[in-house]
């Protein structure tokens, strides 16, 4: 990735999202991954998954083939996925969350929307974001957009509560009652609460949702935090003067970059919930590019990320230092 020139790189990023979004939308359709309720049955790659309970009620099968057959298609599938996601945020961090989750989409979808309404990412942010649009121009805010954005955040909080749904119920029995008014009072229900809630979350805290709220995000960051050699965003920190002019008038383009509110040029335990979107580092390298100096922005993965993790504590302890001198003067 690193290789990947800023276009290059957002734009797989999006062929990702994209791709994965399509398979969070239409896996209970087709049978790929979901739980029908109706039957007690779980669905996988369109075939039925038993664990063999059943057989064993019926007396198909003896209590130590039912056994194996728990830990064969049952444990053993949890484990592996579950260590091939571990593994892959121990040494990547939040890569799931930039890359592939469909939350993450939305809120980077809403972030364009709501930014082109007010000039915020968030109505919580403090101050406005300037940002340039594709020809570089300042994006000004204009209310017109306010009701693009809310009819987005009901689409899209709709489109998850009848998502999931169908992860429990089955999809074609859904859609056929939606369409001739004839949905049950639970499935009702839980499309009414569903939407309602969804919406409020995309609308009202999109954000701290994703930053604290996730499990998925959260256990991902612990196990990246946990890792020195996990890969981080470099700083050159001997070019920090360019970051001043490297998007005049302005200065600092990875941070209004971010999507996540955060600093990229921050030390790693500030970053916590960085989700190695890589927008801070296209968003440098256009920057920097345009007046011919290279992004002091990086990848660092490995040796070159505990190298980057000392030189972050050395400059945050000379800083440290240097306040408390100031104040014993």
Sequence with gaps: MASLTAPELQSRRLRWQVGFFAFFLLAP???LFRFDLTQTQLWVLGFKWSLGIDALMRGEISATQAGLSLLWRGLLPIVLIVGAFFTVAWRYGR???GWLCPHFSAVELL???LHRAIGKFSLWDKHVTRRRNSVGAFIQ???AWWPVFLA???ALGFTWAITLLSYLLPPRQIWSHLLHGGLTPGEARFLWIGTAVFTAEFVLARHLFCRFGCAVGLFQSLVWM???KGMVV???RERARECRSCDAPLGSACDNACPMRLHPRDIKRMMFSCVQCGQCLSQCDRSQGAQDRSPVLNWAVGVDAVRETLRQKK???AAQVKQATKEVC
Aim: charged share 20%; proline share 8%; with cysteine.
């Design 29 to 31: 359709v087709l049978n």
């Design 95 to 97: 890569l799931y969350c």
């Design 111 to 113: 972030n364009k929307a």
């Design 141 to 143: 805010p204009r209310k």
């Design 152 to 154: 987005l955040s009901l």
């Design 226 to 228: 946990a890792n020195p």
């Design 234 to 236: 470099s700083f050159r």
């Design 315 to 317: 400059a945050e302890q």
